[in-house]
Structure formats: C-alpha cells, structure tokens
Nanobody, 126 residues
Framework: QLQASGGGLVQAGGSLRLSCAAS????????IGWFRQAPGKEREGVSC????????TYADSVKGRFTITRDNVKNLVYLQMNSLKPEDTAVYYC?????????????????????WGQGTQVTVSS
C-alpha cells in the first residue's frame, strides 16, 4: 500500500517535498509516478522514475521546478517541488507499477499504474 505525505500550504515561490512510502513492497522494484488532481480537473501525470535505469520524466508544466528521486534504502520516493505556483495546487498521489517503463516521449497515463495511495493536499497561495 502506498502513502503520499508532505503536502501543505505554501506561498508562491516556495518549496515542498513530498514523500511516497510503501508497506509490504519494495519501491525500487517499481516504476513510481506522481500525479495530481485539482478540483474540477482530470488527474494529471507530473513525474515518473523508472525501475530499471532510474530515468525520470516530467510534465512540461513542472520541468525545471520539480525533481523526482528515490531512496532505496529508506524505501521512499520523493518529489521535490520548487518555485511553486498557485496552479500547482492539487491533491498529489503516488502510484506504482512493477512492469511499466515511463517514456519521456509519452504522457503518463494513470491507467498504466496498478497501485495507488491516498493523496496529499498541496495548496499554493498567491
């Protein structure tokens, strides 16, 4: 089971670090994706880190501001979010899949991820 944490309220330009933890599974054996969903909007893929080679992908809207990393010793995946904007406000979810390879040329698809956790709210004030 996955659990996202680290959300909160931050002013525009600020930073937050989200964490994704798993119980009963090894995150290093999965591709891990971060998604977000704002009220009234569809769930959007934000970033992914691959299992096999650790390569990462980012949505254009967060490139250069967000960084996804994994700590296999702690069994955690992080999403460092810098230069936050009000439009980053959403519930953020982490998702995992043991067979998926995230391709930087393709948009992330929520249906490709088999496991999901509860989200964490990120609110960016202007």
């Amino acid at each position: 089971q996955l659990q996202a944490s680290g959300g909160g309220l931050v002013q525009a330009g600020g930073s937050l670090r989200l964490s994704c933890a798993a119980s009963g599974s090894t995150l290093g054996a999965h591709a891990i994706g971060w998604f977000r969903q704002a009220p009234g909007k569809e769930r959007e893929g934000v970033s992914c880190i691959n299992r096999s080679d650790g390569t990462t992908t980012y949505a254009d809207s967060v490139k250069g501001r967000f960084t996804i990393t994994r700590d296999n010793v702690k069994n955690l995946v992080y999403l460092q979010m810098n230069s936050l904007k009000p439009e980053d406000t959403a519930v953020y979810y982490c998702a995992a899949d043991p067979d998926l390879y995230c391709d930087s040329d393709s948009q992330m698809n929520a249906r490709d991820f088999g496991s999901w956790g509860q989200g964490t709210q990120v609110t960016v004030s202007s």
